[in-house]
């Protein structure tokens, strides 16, 4: 059979499925995903784009289904991508109904294709218009891809201090030992078949908003028509005596994961912070390293963000592999013998034998070039942006880690959220209204982390949430948690209880809520379900 030739397959009969209701089929070796809503059924491909999850086992609510791993949703009509993470949309497949059977229209070659891009318009020789983006993280590149898909034909030009094009950048903490082309987001010939200029190893000193330039450490400038800024967040510096000692490392960038995998393989290791970042790192190294210690401030791992059952349940996890906790303490000294690490000295007085330091004690917003600009900032930093993504400044965007944004679910509160999801949304809402389309951003807050194979799942915004309400059981690892703040759900997390959490991000999304009487149910799920 030929790529093209036309295959047609029953996959049901009308009366089949109900209204509201998704399938999976299997057409020629292909998952293909089926919906009937309003009468009407539809059909896409049934992996997301973004790591492969099947939609079948997400949630549908209208013609948008939600994937279950990481939240990112589609139309199921024509299978547009319509929340993030990921890049591309989803192929469509016909679908005809004759004599009350349900029949896909299609060839091997569209059945062979599980991701579709978007078309985009290229760069046109008239128009004298340029959009600078600075930086090359999620938001910079959804912005730049956006700007195309909606037919802008100016020039794009994305700038960068690093040496690669957009990688993925929650594999540093995940798989160390990639090489960054392993993790580029889109090939280098996807930039030229689209007119992308990516300027590389070319960090920004100034940005003149008078003028409509931005100043480069060599001296050069680059005059913009519109701006973003995408330029994410630095690691926080460790501040006590000897941290710059030769084997104190931050993770920030392909070379730094390298690295330290590098040099931690059969070495003591000690990672300063026990959030993700630090959290991660233990996992992928645990199994490499000599020894793994990990030291935070926090009773648990997590606590701030997750509560202490949840960060006694990943602490437990790790310890099973050997990994070392010493919580409710910091560094006091890191000595050091010709220069190199030797030990971590803590606050209590416990001294870590250590041939490597790993530091993720935080981040801080990188918008120090802005110093002596007119783009108001907050005091840690993060740009101020309006629902739209713009800054004080007209013409001047901001988009990701950056900026402190007002966040929908919690009703225009501000909020800096350093979220990889967050941030494709909000470069692609920056470029919608850099073409004013006056589109604000909606989207609830949803990310992962991944531990020894294992992954917890969290939507929504649960900062000053004063209670949490477990379901499941910790022990098996089976769990859901409920965030409350006045005893209503702000936030939820799980292990393995797919696909409640992005049941509950529509549920937060559409404006609904849901309280803790409805989570105490005993038929909860039910309860959940029917909110959605």
């Avoid at 560094?331 to 870590?352: C, F, H, S, W």
């Avoid at 859901?480 to 997390?493: G, M, N, P, T």
Wanted: charged share 25%.
């Amino acid at each position: 059979m030929s790529g093209n030739e036309v295959i047609t397959q029953e996959l049901c009969k009308d009366f089949d499925m109900k209204d509201g209701e998704m399938r999976e089929f299997e057409v020629q070796g292909q998952s293909v995903l089926l919906v009937r809503n309003n009468g009407v059924f539809s059909a896409v491909g049934n992996k997301c784009s973004h790591y492969g999850a099947p939609l079948s086992k997400g949630v549908l609510v209208g013609d948008r289904v939600r994937c279950p791993w990481h939240g990112a949703c589609f139309n199921v009509r024509n299978g547009d991508i319509e929340e993030f993470p990921g890049l591309d949309s989803l192929p469509c497949f016909k679908i005809t109904v004759e004599n009350g059977s349900v029949y896909i229209v299609t060839s091997k070659k569209a059945l062979e294709s599980t991701k579709r891009i978007k078309s985009m318009s290229s760069r046109c020789a008239g128009d004298r218009s340029t959009v600078v983006i600075i930086g090359t993280g999620p938001s910079a590149l959804v912005c730049a891809e956006t700007l195309r898909q909606e037919d802008y034909k100016g020039r794009i030009v994305l700038v960068t201090r690093e040496k690669h094009v957009p990688y993925d950048r929650t594999k540093l903490s995940k798989a160390m030992n990639a090489k960054a082309v392993e993790i580029y987001l889109r090939s280098t010939e996807f930039y030229k078949e689209h007119d992308l200029e990516v300027w590389t190893e070319k960090e920004a000193v100034s940005v003149n908003t008078d003028e409509a330039r931005v100043k480069f450490t060599d001296g050069s400038f680059l005059q913009y028509s519109q701006l973003l800024i995408a330029t994410g967040s630095r690691p926080r510096e460790l501040k006590c005596p000897g941290s710059t000692l030769k084997n104190v490392f931050y993770l920030r960038c392909p070379e730094d994961a390298n690295v330290i995998s590098e040099a931690a393989t059969n070495k003591n290791v000690v990672i300063m912070g026990s959030s993700f970042i630090g959290m991660e790192v233990a996992a992928f190294l645990a199994d490499k390293a000599c020894s793994v210690s990990v030291v935070g401030k926090s009773d648990v791992p997590f606590q701030a963000v997750m509560g202490t059952q949840i960060g006694e349940v990943a602490m437990k996890l790790l310890m099973e592999r050997g990994v070392k906790f010493y919580m409710r303490t910091e560094a006091k000294e890191i000595q050091g013998n010709d220069g190199q690490v030797k030990d971590v000295v803590l606050r209590n007085g416990t001294q870590l034998p250590a041939d490597v330091v790993v530091a993720g004690i935080g981040v801080t917003p990188v918008s120090n070039f802005l110093k002596g600009s007119s783009v108001a900032v907050d005091t840690r930093g993060a740009i101020y942006v309006d629902q739209f993504m713009r800054t004080s400044v007209h013409d001047v965007f901001a988009a990701g880690d950056v900026v402190s944004f007002p966040l929908a679910m919690m009703d225009g509160r501000r909020a800096n959220i350093g979220h990889w999801q967050m941030a494709h949304s909000h470069g692609r809402i920056a470029a919608l209204n850099m073409l004013n389309k006056q589109v604000p951003v909606t989207s609830v807050p949803f990310f992962w982390t991944s531990l020894l194979g294992k992954s917890i799942r969290y939507a929504g915004f649960g900062e000053g949430f004063t209670e949490i309400v477990i379901k499941g059981a910790l022990e098996e690892l089976k769990f859901l948690a409920f965030y409350l703040k006045d005893d209503i759900v702000v936030a939820v997390s799980s292990m393995n209880f797919d696909p409640i959490v992005s049941q509950v991000a529509e549920i937060i999304f559409s404006g609904k809520r849901i309280t803790k009487k409805e989570v105490l149910a005993e038929d909860f799920i039910n309860v959940i379900g029917k909110l959605g």
